[in-house]
T-cell receptor
Framework: LAKTTQPISMDSYEGQEVNITCSHN???????ITWYQQFPSQGPRFIIQ???TKVTNEVASLFIPADRKSSTLSLPRVSLSDTAVYYC????????????FGAGTRLAVHP | EAQVTQNPRYLITVTGKKLTVTCSQN?????MSWYRQDPGLGLRQIYY???????DKGDVPEGYKVSRKEKRNFPLILESPSPNQTSLYFC????????????FGPGTRLTVT
């Protein structure tokens, strides 16, 4: 299982772009990178998933360099409601039985 | 509406009194799992199930049991709860095993005194 490393916490201000980087040096060829968001006392919520290059949806963008040893979740123009914990997970679709949530990155958005 | 439901949402019990936390999903998902979340430790998987009658241990299975007799239900059983099982529990389901999008329930906050 590829281990992931993220910053423990980050601070930002409303309206700024936030980039959270996840390191996964041992990512395997078949692994995908998935990000979840969790608000206090709620279950995590899927944000975005990608394999390589860039993926964008209505919520965020995910940048994955060619070597795939890291990935960056980009949140454009954050608001107070983006204050949450963000988890980076790595896993493959071929018989992967469990996903490991690390400690995540606690993002605090300030007015 | 696609959802995962858990009951009860809050439970206070005493050491040794057997309890069951129910989990149900209406998305016909094959894969279901239970997590516990404790401050500073993140989410840790307790048990998972790849389909009916197929279950396996996660990272912290001690003191818990599960069963998967129907596709939609995946109850978590604490035969003899202890205070160290005081935690926030989440049930999740996904289409099948693998990094498919997991849908999480609202959580069950359990306190064992």
């Amino acid at each position: 299982l590829a281990k992931t490393t993220q910053p423990i916490s980050m601070d930002s201000y409303e309206g700024q772009e936030v980039n959270i980087t996840c390191s996964h040096n041992n990512i395997a060829t078949n692994d995908y990178i998935t990000w979840y968001q969790q608000f206090p006392s709620q279950g995590p919520r899927f944000i975005i998933q990608g394999y390589k290059t860039k993926v964008t949806n209505e919520v965020a963008s995910l940048f994955i360099p060619a070597d795939r040893k890291s990935s960056t979740l980009s949140l454009p123009r954050v608001s107070l409601s983006d204050t949450a914990v963000y988890y980076c997970l790595v896993g493959d679709y071929g018989g992967y039985n469990k996903l490991i949530f690390g400690a995540g990155t606690r993002l605090a958005v300030h007015p | 509406e696609a959802q995962v439901t858990q009951n009860p949402r809050y439970l206070i019990t005493v050491t040794g009194k057997k309890l069951t936390v129910t989990c149900s999903q209406n998305m016909n998902h094959e894969y279901m799992s239970w997590y516990r979340q404790d401050p500073g430790l993140g989410l840790r998987q307790i048990y998972y199930s790849m389909n009916v009658e197929v279950t396996d241990k996660g990272d912290v299975p001690e003191g818990y049991k599960v069963s998967r007799k129907e596709k939609r239900n995946f109850p978590l059983i604490l035969e003899s709860p202890s205070p160290n099982q005081t935690s926030l529990y989440f049930c999740a389901s996904s289409q099948r095993q693998g990094p498919y999008e997991q849908y999480f329930g609202p959580g069950t906050r359990l306190t064992v005194t």
